[in-house]
């Protein structure tokens, strides 16, 4: 294989999953880099469903060595309990390896999340509410507790005396909600001390090693460019970097390793949470979309709420391509498509308030929400896709769909999904060692 970086191309719950695990089949070392239990990654195997909020989908491949990195949020408790869940259905998990460094979601985190977004009133973000952007916001005040910490009773216990009381003066003034008690949070962070620590190491040595060792690495990133902290639709993006770039901080690698980045996005949109979203579809098309397909239905995997559903947006995904470095792409979910008699595509967006056309998301981040979409019309195919597995069986329209979307994006599409398993995979150019974006020369 190579080194790879798997990133969503749109607003998160891409289908990455199913890339990634693809992929894992020939990892030796799957990554995670960022975010934390906000996430949620299915998988189907065999008829088989397994979905993952912070391990990565890497252990479903004995012998793969998975790593918590340290850019990750980690909540003890739902580590715990994910893995006790993976135990019980067979999994091995002695591949399993956190970083020391990554930071430790606490239970005022989780107050706060819930506390400030129904403050925001209608600036509301929609976030999960897994305490994902106080705990990044702790690390960032250089306030955060990370695993290192959880493991030294002593460093725990002086970190939580002074950090409870300050916490409590906010859920107390702020939100008028009960304080917490530092002893007690202490005995119980305790306790999953004592579950975690055989997996807690530093992650980045080991992944220097594999390195050296010309293993195969996989990088899973987690949501999506669009919810990027630094390159998404800020204020309504998680608090992480899910791009390509936060593989390196993330992972504690630098960009040398990296061989290959792989985008995945699905062949229309969807978005959970608050934020613009200049294709989404209120009418019948958005509930077509969202309907399609038991095995694809369209709520969030972590909070259950039905996703925003749209058509593919190019001008975004032109934005995915160029601040990824994408060399290619994977389309997931082609065969949600299979009903519709037309498809349209956003190639553009008009200003509603100066009537402008712009082709490439504005830069200033505001007028995104004035952006409206300009839609190029392509006939849908009216058959199922969903045996097809090669991109000569596909329907001819859906090849010219296709073929639209890789030229504007000049991006070549290698992967296309047209179901949740494994096998309804098309490969149309192999996602490692085809033909890729040439984006520098060197000399
Ligand atoms: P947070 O990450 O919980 O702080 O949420 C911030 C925003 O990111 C909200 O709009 C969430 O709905 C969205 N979000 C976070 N994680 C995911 C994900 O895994 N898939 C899709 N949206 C997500």
Partial sequence: MANVVVVGAQFGDEGKAKVTDLLAKNADVVVRYQGGCNAGHTVVVDGNTYKFQLIPSGILYKGTVCILGPGMVIDPKQFLEELKNLKARGLDASGLRMSAGAHVTMPYHLAIDSAEETSRGEFKIGTTKRGIGPTYADKCARTGIRVEDLLDRKVLKAKLDWLVPNKNVVLERLYNLPPFKAS??????????????????????????????????????????????????YPYVTSSSPSAGGACTGAGIGPTIIDRVIGVSKAYMTRVGEGPFPTEQTGEAGEKLRQTGKAWAEVGVVTGRPRRCGWFDCVLARYAVRVNGLDCLAITKLDVLDEFDEIKVCVAYRNLETGETHNELPSIGSSFSKMEAIYKSFPGWKKSTSSCRSSKELPKEAQNYLNFLADDLNCPIAIVSV?????????????????????????
Avoid: M, W
Avoid at 205 to 225: C, D, H, P, Y
Avoid at 419 to 439: F, M, N, W
């Fill in 184 to 233: 007690e949070i202490l005995e119980e962070y305790s306790e999953y001390a004592k579950q975690l620590a055989q997996y807690v190491c530093d992650t980045s040595a080991i992944i220097f090693q594999s390195v050296q060792e010309r293993k195969n690495i996989l990088f899973e990133g987690a949501q999506g460019t669009l919810l990027d902290l630094d390159h998404g639709s």
């Fill in 419 to 443: 179901g949740p398993k494994r096998d309804q995979t098309i490969i149309i150019e192999d996602p490692i060692h085809g033909p890729k974006r040439v984006l520098t020369r060197a000399g």
